[in-house]
C-alpha cells in the first residue's frame, strides 16, 4: 500500500525537526518567511534570463540549482501546511473546483487579464 | 491502485491550462513571479500577527484566507515544477539526504543560526 | 534649504505611526514581511505580461496600480530603514562603490552572468 | 544647492548600467524580480529570530548583511521606478494623503486588523 507521497515528507520533515529540536523555531511567521526567502531564491536565478533561455533553463548550468530552490520551497511550504494542520492537496482541489466555475473555459480563453490557473 | 496525489493535481493543472488556452502565459518566469505573488499574500495574512495570534490563525476569522493563500502556492508551485520537469517529493528528499549530513543532530540541537529544515 | 526628501518621508511615516499608536507593529520582522508583501502585489501586476506589455505598463490601465504598490514599498522600506537606524541612501552608494570595483565596465560588459547593478 | 538624493543615485544607477551595457536586462519584469529576489535574502536575516533577536539585529553580527540588504532593496526600488518613469517620494507622499483620511487616527488607534502605514 502506498502512503501518499506529500504526507511522507510531512512526517519525515517533523521527524527532522524533532531530533534537533528546531520546532521551537517553526512557527507559522517564521516558516512563512522561510518560504518566501527561497522562492526570492528561485526568482534570482529567473530574473535576468531572457524567456527563452529560461524556457531552457533545466539544460543549462542551473539546472542543480532549480532542483535545490524547488526543494526549498517544497519543504517549507510542507512544513508550515503541517504546523497549520492544512492539506495542501485537499485545499488546491478546493480552490480548483471553484476557479473551475469562475473561469468557464469559454469565457477566458486565452485571456491574460483573467487570472491563469488561480486567483 | 492509488495514484500519487502530487501527480493528480499535477494532471488536472495542465488540463485546466489546456482548456483555456493558457499553456502560453505559463512560463518558468512568469510561474516564478506568480509563485512569489502568492507567498506575499501569504506573508500580508501573518504580517501584524504577534507570535500567539500568528499560531492560533487557523482557530481565527483568517484561517479561510490561509487555506486559499496555501492552495494557490501549491498549485503555482506543482506547476511550475512541471513546466520544469522536477519531481518536487524527489528533490526534497534529495535535499533532506544531504541536509542530514551537514546538520547532524548532536552538532545543531536548539541552535538558530544555522538554517532549521534546509539550506 | 531643502531637507532630503527620504528624511521629510521618514519623519512623517514616524508621526503617522505614533498618532495611530501602531508604532507597537512595527517591529523589524513586521515590517520585513510587510515589504516583502507589497512586493509580491507588484509582481502580481506584471506576471502574465509580455516584455513588450510591461514595458508599456504605464501607458496601460495598470499605471495607477503600479504607482500605488511603488508607494507601498517605498513606505515600507523607508519605514524599516528607520526602526533599523539604517541610511538607505548611504547604503546604496557604498554597495555601488564596492560594486565599480568587483564589476569593471570592460569586464562584464553585456553580460547577464553577473549581477547587474547589484549582488 | 543639495539635488534630492534620490535622483543623485537614480542618475548614479543609470550612468552605473550605461557603462557595463546592462540596459537591455533592466526591464519592468526583471527588475521587478530583482526588488523580490533581495527583499528575500532581507527575510532570510529576520526569519529565525525572536522578536526581541531582531529587534537587537544591528547590534549583532547580522549588522552588515542587513545593511547590504537594504542597499540592494533600495538599488533596485529607485532603478526600477526610473524605468517607469515614477517618482518613488511623490507617489509615498499620495499614498499617506490618502491613507490619513482612509484611517483616521481616532477609529484605528492601536488595531492591528487594520493595515497599518500603508494599504
Do not use: C
Amino acid at each position: 500500500m502506498t502512503q501518499d507521497g506529500v504526507d511522507e515528507l510531512r512526517l519525515r520533515l517533523r521527524e527532522f525537526a524533532a531530533e534537533r529540536d528546531w520546532e521551537q523555531f517553526h512557527t507559522p511567521k517564521n516558516l512563512a518567511m522561510a518560504l518566501a526567502g527561497e522562492v526570492g531564491e528561485l526568482l534570482e536565478i529567473f530574473q535576468w534570463l531572457t524567456p527563452e533561455q529560461a524556457a531552457e533553463v533545466m539544460d543549462s548550468g542551473r539546472a542543480d540549482d532549480v532542483r535545490d530552490e524547488l526543494a526549498d520551497v517544497t519543504i517549507y511550504l510542507v512544513r508550515l501546511a503541517d504546523i497549520l494542520g492544512v492539506d495542501l492537496l485537499e485545499v488546491a482541489h478546493t480552490k480548483l473546483d471553484r476557479n473551475h466555475h469562475r473561469f468557464p473555459p469559454g469565457d477566458v480563453r486565452s485571456r491574460a487579464d483573467v487570472p491563469p490557473v488561480s486567483r
